[in-house]
């Protein structure tokens, strides 16, 4: 008798011992790290109990964490069909490690064997890798859900989202599950019935992949013959709206695998559609629906997603999507059979060569051995032991015409994008061979993006390259998508245009050009080319580096947005020694006569150019006598310098300048008028000097009507110098002017009769001060006119002209 059994029945005694006073009493000691939960779900039925007398506590369930010994009771006689133990761990990934790993010991649960225990180990990633458990040691085989394991030990994998919990699948031990992958969040649980003691084991927890689906499982498949049942989160229920599922097969070398759908539902989509995605290496995507036929006779290791839509949950009865399916796998000695059916090939003739002769790879059509098949028609072929490395896989179509109008208008040139998945490798290479009439063009556009010439420093990244050869001699150039070239025009009678994929990727592209047959263009390659801003351009002429053949022509028409300047460099330029002509490098915009830049090969070219509009950028070639004719040419767009701003920037700059002169120059003669102001006064020819200074213009009782004037000589008009003279008291009040007919003395002043003594002799005292006034000439017979300022009443003619005496100081002068 071994030593877990005497335990166990040891362990057992105990209990009934316990339980015979009606009671079960326990000991529990929960391992370090973990937590144990006795829980019921009927409230009102048998509860647990802890401590005793006054401390004592009962409830329906009952929590213990720590390490320490605690005693239990259960106040019912068979707890155990009521109460059920789960024991959980945490187990935390930061982005390089886990804290720990699943290692199944029931150490602490052990007194609670007669329970049903479930053991659960909920694990946490760092955003957004997922957590990876390993079961290679024994593997996994999933289950339905109300099926059971035969060594009664059933996992559950379940996935926590936002939007609620998901349980990826039930499973058993043993089986081609290798690892499980889920994202962020969720748990591993182990379901062991009562009297069922847990088998050890452990399960190696590590960071996964940053994975783009629910969950990701793997699966090993074993050599020889061997099927695996797969369900899809949930089952039978529904799986999550809108979301993603991913098993990835690994396939023994020489296996094929079929995959077989055995039962699904089918959702109502309100968004998007439920979908099937196939990846393999070397073949690209397969989509597919649920109800389509699934692959067969695949060959090497395989993904198979599942997609949700958006469902339509208003609709009652709605099954939701569910899915049951079963992988095959099968050793490839025996003869794989494959129809190819040529209706499905857009008019492309197939091409299946052996590569390695010394290889076991057997490739027959309609039951005959050949090295090389070549398909035309409906036909039956047949691979035994044919790897993927063992073949190559091409196809190629010839399109030509007489005459323009016998021309197919337009020709999409697709790649099939559902050759037979029985083939032994992939489609590596389609070929598209393009015949225009006498004098006839080709013109290639891209449907969906742009074109981009590959050169050696700035290579294609994409999955595809377009190969354009002239004549089967003459390489234009490769080209790949994502880049600014909109249209390539060749004018030729043979062009080739080969799409191939990159690497060991499948040729997945399925509409790659459009071509058309149009009439002769006037150089022999034309390229339309759109730039984009912040996007460097580069150009190569044809058959770079090789270089361009002699006297040929090519042009690029480039297209400048508004307001943008292209700015081209020439990185690359190859001369050759002409033996007849030149060659030459124009730029010339378009709408324009005159070129903006010319260069022979026997002139020193500029490294760089600008051109501010939409511009033509020509190359032809001479006769070469050695060397050859080649450029590669950067364009950049950038903003145009404004020419407008600059004139505008420099003329206000220019008008400061001026404004500050301007300034200066009025300071300067202001003060020259000040100084000046001290120096010279105003003479009044009737010998009455008014002095200028600050005190303005003379004021009047009346601007308005009651000064008129009956006559006026010009040589008296001073009425603001006499303003002046009776603001300072040196005249009377004064009103029209009435002709005088006496004898005029210039050298007497004149008084008003109100004047009295005392201004007279203040005018005196200020005259005094002044220098002496100048000799007047006489008014030469002319009267002054009569008026109360010039002649005081009752004063005779010879008391009007006294002598003034020295001129007066300016009054406020400055």
């Given at each position: 008798m071994s030593l877990s059994r005497l335990t166990l029945k040891i362990l057992l005694l105990t209990a009934i011992a316990s339980t015979v006073s009606g009671a079960l009493e326990l000991t529990i000691t929960p391992d370090r790290g973990s937590t144990l939960n006795i829980s019921n779900t009927d409230v009102k039925g048998c509860k647990v109990c802890t401590g005793a007398a006054r401390s004592r506590q009962c409830s329906a369930s009952l929590l213990l964490k720590d390490n320490t010994p605690v005693s239990v009771e259960f106040?019912?006689?068979?707890?155990?069909?009521?109460?059920?133990?789960?024991?959980?761990?945490?187990?935390?990934?930061?982005?390089?490690?886990?804290?720990?790993?699943?290692?199944?010991?029931?150490?602490?649960?052990?007194?609670?064997?007669?329970?049903?225990?479930?053991?659960?180990?909920?694990?946490?990633?760092?955003?957004?890798?997922?957590?990876?458990?390993?079961?290679?040691?024994?593997?996994?085989?999933?289950?339905?859900?109300?099926?059971?394991?035969?060594?009664?030990?059933?996992?559950?994998?379940?996935?926590?989202?936002?939007?609620?919990?998901?349980?990826?699948?039930?499973?058993?031990?043993?089986g081609p599950i290798s690892s499980v992958q889920i994202l962020n969040r969720g748990s591993f649980s182990l379901d062991v019935p009562a009297g069922q003691k847990l088998q050890n084991g452990r399960f190696d927890v590590s960071v996964g992949e940053e994975i783009k689906s629910l969950?990701?499982?793997?699966?090993?498949?074993?050599?020889?013959?061997?099927?695996?049942?797969?369900?899809?989160?949930?089952?039978?229920?529904?799986?999550?709206?809108?979301?993603?599922?991913?098993?990835?097969?690994?396939?023994?070398?020489?296996?094929?695998?079929?995959?077989?759908?055995?039962?699904?539902?089918?959702?109502?989509?309100?968004?998007?559609?439920?979908?099937?995605?196939?990846h393999n290496k070397g073949r690209g995507a397969l989509v597919l629906r649920l109800t389509d036929p699934q692959p067969e006779h695949n060959l090497g290791n395989f993904s198979l997603t599942l997609r949700n839509c958006e469902m339509d949950r208003r609709r009652a009865?709605?099954?939701?999507?569910?899915?049951?399916?079963?992988?095959?796998?099968?050793?490839?000695?025996?003869?794989?059979?494959?129809?190819?059916?040529?209706?499905?090939?857009?008019?492309?003739?197939?091409?299946?060569?052996?590569?390695?002769?010394?290889?076991?790879?057997?490739?027959?059509?309609?039951?005959?051995?050949?090295?090389?098949?070549?398909?035309?028609?409906?036909?039956?072929?047949?691979?035994?032991?044919?790897?993927?490395?063992?073949?190559?896989?091409?196809?190629?179509?010839?399109?030509?015409?007489?005459?323009?109008?016998?021309?197919?208008?337009?020709?999409?040139?697709?790649?099939?994008?559902?050759?037979?998945?029985?083939?032994?490798?992939p489609l590596s290479s389609v070929t598209w061979t393009l015949r225009p009439p006498e004098h006839g063009t080709v013109e290639l556009t891209s449907p969906t993006v742009y074109l981009k010439q590959c050169v050696p420093w700035l290579p294609c990244n994409d999955s595809v390259i377009?190969?354009?050869?002239?004549?089967?001699?003459?390489?234009?150039?490769?080209?790949?998508?994502?880049?600014?070239?909109?249209?390539?025009q060749i004018r030729t009678h043979n062009v080739s245009v080969t799409v191939s994929s990159t690497g060991d990727e499948a040729l997945i592209y399925k509409n790659v050009l459009i071509a058309k047959m149009k009439e002769e263009i006037s150089e022999r390659y034309i390229f339309t080319v759109v730039p984009k801003r912040d996007t460097p351009v580069f150009l190569a002429s044809p058959g770079w580096p090789a270089g361009m053949e002699s006297y040929s022509t090519a042009s690029w028409i480039i297209s400048v947005p508004p307001k943008?300047?292209?700015?081209?460099?020439?990185?690359?330029?190859?001369?050759?020694?002409?033996?007849?002509?030149?060659?030459?490098?124009?730029?010339?915009?378009?709408?324009?006569?005159?070129?903006?830049?010319?260069?022979?090969?026997?002139?020193?070219?500029?490294?760089?150019?600008?051109?501010?509009?939409?511009?033509?950028?020509?190359?032809?070639?001479?006769?070469?006598?050695?060397?050859?004719?080649?450029?590669?040419?950067?364009?950049t767009l950038q903003k145009s310098k404004?020419?407008?701003?600059?004139?505008?920037?420099?003329?206000?700059?220019?008008?400061?300048?001026?404004?500050?002169?301007?300034?200066?120059?009025?300071?300067?003669?202001?003060?020259?008028?000040?100084?000046?102001?001290?120096?010279?006064?105003?003479?009044?020819?009737?010998?009455?000097?008014?002095?200028?200074?600050?005190?303005?213009?003379?004021?009047?009782?009346?601007?308005?009507?009651?000064?008129?004037?009956?006559?006026?000589?010009?040589?008296?008009?001073?009425?603001?110098?006499?303003?002046?003279?009776?603001?300072?008291g040196m005249y009377g009040e004064f009103d029209t002017y009435r002709p005088f007919t006496g004898h005029t003395d210039s050298t007497k002043p004149l008084f008003s009769k109100n004047s009295d003594a005392k201004e007279m002799q203040q005018l005196q005292s200020s005259s005094q001060e002044g220098p002496p006034l100048p000799v007047r000439p006489l008014s030469h017979g002319k009267r002054l006119v009569d008026n109360e300022i010039y002649q005081a009443e009752g004063q005779s003619e010879d008391e009007h002209s006294p002598a003034l005496g020295p001129r007066m100081e300016p009054e406020g002068g400055n």
């Open positions: 106040d019912c006689s068979k707890p155990q069909d009521v109460f059920n133990v789960e024991i959980v761990k945490n187990i935390e990934c930061t982005a390089k490690s886990c804290t720990s790993h699943i290692i199944q010991s029931d150490s602490g649960s052990l007194p609670l064997l007669g329970f049903n225990r479930k053991f659960t180990w909920n694990l946490k990633a760092s955003v957004p890798t997922a957590f990876k458990i390993d079961f290679s040691k024994t593997g996994l085989r999933q289950i339905n859900a109300s099926d059971s394991c035969a060594d009664r030990h059933s996992y559950t994998l379940r996935a926590f989202q936002t939007t609620g919990d998901v349980t990826v699948g039930k499973y058993c031990i043993t969950a990701k499982i793997t699966l090993t498949l074993p050599k020889e013959t061997s099927s695996a049942e797969l369900l899809s989160p949930n089952y039978p229920d529904s799986f999550p709206d809108d979301d993603v599922m991913e098993w990835y097969f690994q396939v023994p070398d020489k296996h094929k695998t079929s995959v077989q759908f055995l039962k699904h539902g089918q959702p109502s989509c309100l968004k998007k559609d439920t979908a099937v995605e196939y009865g709605s099954p939701g999507l569910s899915l049951n399916f079963k992988v095959v796998s099968s050793s490839i000695s025996s003869p794989v059979l494959c129809k190819v059916d040529v209706s499905k090939m857009e008019g492309l003739t197939l091409h299946i060569e052996k590569l390695r002769p010394a290889s076991d790879c057997e490739m027959k059509i309609n039951s005959v051995l050949t090295e090389t098949i070549t398909v035309t028609s409906n036909s039956d072929l047949s691979f035994q032991d044919c790897l993927p490395e063992d073949v190559r896989v091409t196809a190629l179509r010839v399109i030509g015409c007489n005459q323009l109008k016998e021309c197919p208008k337009t020709i999409n040139l697709w790649v099939p994008v559902r050759l037979p998945t029985c083939l032994p490798a377009i190969k354009l050869v002239e004549d089967e001699r003459t390489t234009v150039g490769h080209f790949c998508p994502q880049g600014a070239i909109q249209k390539v943008m300047d292209a700015r081209l460099v020439f990185a690359n330029i190859s001369q050759p020694k002409c033996s007849n002509r030149h060659t030459s490098i124009k730029i010339q915009r378009v709408g324009h006569l005159e070129e903006d830049y010319s260069r022979r090969e026997d002139e020193e070219a500029e490294s760089e150019i600008t051109v501010s509009e939409s511009f033509y950028f020509n190359m032809s070639n001479c006769m070469s006598e050695r060397g050859h004719f080649s450029a590669v040419t950067k364009i404004n020419l407008l701003l600059t004139i505008l920037s420099v003329v206000a700059a220019l008008l400061v300048i001026f404004v500050i002169v301007l300034v200066v120059v009025c300071v300067v003669i202001r003060k020259k008028k000040k100084m000046l102001n001290h120096q010279v006064s105003i003479y009044n020819p009737n010998g009455t000097v008014f002095l200028p200074g600050q005190n303005g213009l003379p004021e009047t009782r009346d601007d308005h009507s009651e000064h008129e004037y009956a006559s006026i000589e010009d040589t008296l008009v001073y009425t603001h110098l006499l303003r002046k003279g009776r603001e300072i």
